[in-house]
């Protein structure tokens, strides 16, 4: 074979080989991109599985949340609720202890003018006795003159005003013994009452409205 014969069988060798490795790394281009779409169509299926187990897994966590705020989970109070409900409770406490502090006041006052009455008019006894002996020391006959007439008038108005004050007699003759109410000063002997019952009243006793402002001075049967 001559030289330029062989050359030219050499070139065209060469030349096919050429066309061959195109063709190859062609296939092969085309082979990876082919195997990079599918690995990026995985991918994209992998994705939206996941945002599809994600967003199921969301679901089941708020429709469980939700389960737990209906049944198991308490509601959060309001916090101007809760100031309005305190303030509420301290407005009701002050109204309850003034109302306690003024019927505790009103008793204390009640109970110190009772008080003091009692002395005022335990002092005025003593005026009504006076009165009453007067007037059993005058005579029968004298008993219509104009001074007797004056003075049981007198009398009379002193004791209106002693009853409208509240002030009442104690019964003491004829009546069973009480100590609340009598005081036993002699025990004597009686044909008109019974043993343990009042025969005689030495000195009257008074009542102030409930409360004993000056105890019967009596005499018992015995």
Excluded: C, W
């Excluded at 990079?36 to 897994?57: D, I, T, Y």
């Amino acid at each position: 074979m001559s030289k330029e014969v062989k050359k030219d069988v050499n070139k065209e060798s060469g030349k096919k080989t050429s066309k061959e490795l195109q063709q190859e790394v062609a296939e092969k281009a085309k082979q990876v991109a082919d195997a990079a779409n599918k690995v990026a169509e995985a991918a994209e299926e992998e994705a939206a599985a996941a945002e599809s187990a994600e967003a199921g897994a969301e679901g089941a966590e708020n429709g469980e949340g939700e389960k737990k705020g209906l049944f198991g989970k308490k509601e959060k109070k309001n916090p101007f609720k809760e100031k309005f409900e305190e303030m509420q409770d301290k407005y009701l406490r002050q109204v309850a202890e003034f109302e306690n502090f003024r019927k505790r006041t009103d008793k204390e006052k009640s109970q110190m003018f009772d008080q003091g009455a009692s002395n005022v008019l335990e002092k005025i006894l003593p005026v009504v006795d006076n009165f009453e002996r007067g007037l059993a020391a005058v005579p029968e006959e004298e008993k219509n003159s104009a001074f007797a007439d004056g003075m049981n008038m007198i009398y009379k108005q002193l004791m209106k005003q002693m009853e409208d004050l509240g002030v009442t007699p104690i019964e003491a003759v004829g009546k069973e013994f009480d100590p609340n109410f009598h005081n036993a000063v002699m025990q004597v002997e009686s044909e008109d009452v019974e043993e343990g019952f009042v025969a005689q009243e030495l000195q009257k006793g008074y009542m102030y409205r409930d409360t004993v402002l000056r105890h019967s001075m009596v005499a018992v049967a015995r």
